[in-house]
């Protein structure tokens, strides 16, 4: 969960407000709200609420959950304008519906190529690529200097839905000296480059192509892009796609509203998947991590009300195992084996049906080299994380980095780094229904 606060000259800006689901730790919060379906969690907000007056203006990066998830629940305290690009937005139209907030909250779209002043800070949208639609990098400048919030991201050349990332957006940034970057750990262990959109989308192809009775793909809804690839790898291969779980169809929605869905990309009606021969059956289905009440544990519970899954029949990861849900996929993928229905793991496959939406070694690096800032602030990430960022950051020359916990607050301009003090930066539970 994400919520960043950037000070200068009396004020504030917000950059993403999200949510993070329950685990272990946050075992005390779910007890007392024990009540609510979904054990959701957002950072405590205390420290910016007592002077919401200060508080500019929120801007959500993107329309993942860890970035806008806690907008409808936190705002209310806040009472800020809003910042988001067309899709992004379009997804907290809908949040903020279900609350009774549509209308209430200023939310102002920008486009993603935008410049605008908030308070004493000039931000500048960049866009970058990730993997859901209009994934945007943040420049902020004030008169003491520059801040890159990279958001997240990785280098996705051929990312099948939107523009291949532009390197010339970021070389021109190394020419400004830049104050600091703030950005994505979440792969800084794994070396190498991440895997373009396009490569996962051939493999799939690759996998499904082999398939003879139905196929089952797991994905996370909000990846768009892997949505149209499946789509038309239905099409290739004389399927029909259909989307079981209600985030694929909201995310579906949204991407046909701000017209990131192709017109010649039809979705069957879920009540038709029965009466296909299984051939020609491809559903798209949540519950990758294992949820009990989603989709596909329900297929594996023969609890789907749409069909049911046979020996022949192919289920396919094109996720990872988030930590922590290792044990609830387990159960699931032992129910799915018993009966006879082939899994096919990302982690097991001979070719790539998953790529993660983040930068490994070699894309920090180039990062690095382009923007050269003279601080490195890794955020996103476990603490093992955000010590190789910014152990690889050092490797490419910046000379601070700052790798701290939740709350840590640092002072960039004009003499860096030398003092440190810490906010109150808890979690706190939050209904989502
Ligand atoms: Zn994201
Ligand atoms: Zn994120």
Known sequence: MNLNLYGHDGQWLMVDCGVTFDEPLVAPYLNQNAGSRHHVVAPDPAFIVQQREQLAGLVITHGHEDHVGAVAALWPRLRCPV???PFTAEILHRKLGQVGLAGKVPVQIVRPDATLTVGPFVLSWLAITHSIPEPQALLISTSAGTVFHTADWKIDAQPVSGK??????????????????????????????????????????????????????????SNIARLMSLARIAQHTGRYMALLGRSLDNMHG?????????????????????????????????????????????????????????????????????????????????????????????????????????????????????????IAIP???????????????????????????????????????????????????????
């Open 164 to 221: 291949p990332f532009n390197a010339n957006l970021y070389r021109q940034l190394g020419e400004t000296e830049l104050l600091a970057l703030v950005g994505d750990s979440t792969n800084a262990l794994k070396p190498g480059f991440s895997i373009s959109e396009r490569i996962c989308a051939e493999g799939l192809n690759t996998v499904i192509k082999r398939c003879t009775g139905r196929v089952v793909i797991s994905c996370f809804g």
């Open 379 to 433: 955020v996103h990430g476990e603490p093992e994380h955000l010590e190789a960022h910014a152990a690889v950051a050092r490797e490419m020359g910046v000379k601070r980095t700052y790798v701290g916990r939740n709350g840590d607050l640092y002072l960039l301009a004009p003499q860096p780094g030398i003092r440190r003090a810490r906010v109150k930066a808890g979690r706190i539970a939050i209904d989502q229904s």
């Open 83 to 85: 910042f988001a690009t």
């Open 254 to 374: 949204v991407a046909k509203k701000t017209g990131y869905w192709p017109d010649d990309l039809d979705v069957l009606e879920k009540a038709h998947i029965g009466y296909l021969p299984p051939d020609e059956v491809l559903v798209v289905a949540t519950g990758s991590q294992g949820e009990p009440r989603a989709a596909l544990n329900r297929m594996a519970i023969d609890a789907s009300p749409y069909f049911e899954l046979e020996a022949g029949d192919t289920v396919i990861f094109s996720s990872i195992v988030i930590p922590g849900n290792e044990k609830a996929v387990e159960r699931l993928l032992e129910k799915l084996r018993k009966k006879g229905v082939e899994v096919v793991l990302s982690e097991d496959s001979e070719v790539p049906i998953h790529a993660s939406g983040h930068p490994c070694v070699e894309e920090l690096k180039l990062m690095y080299q382009w923007t050269k800032p003279q």
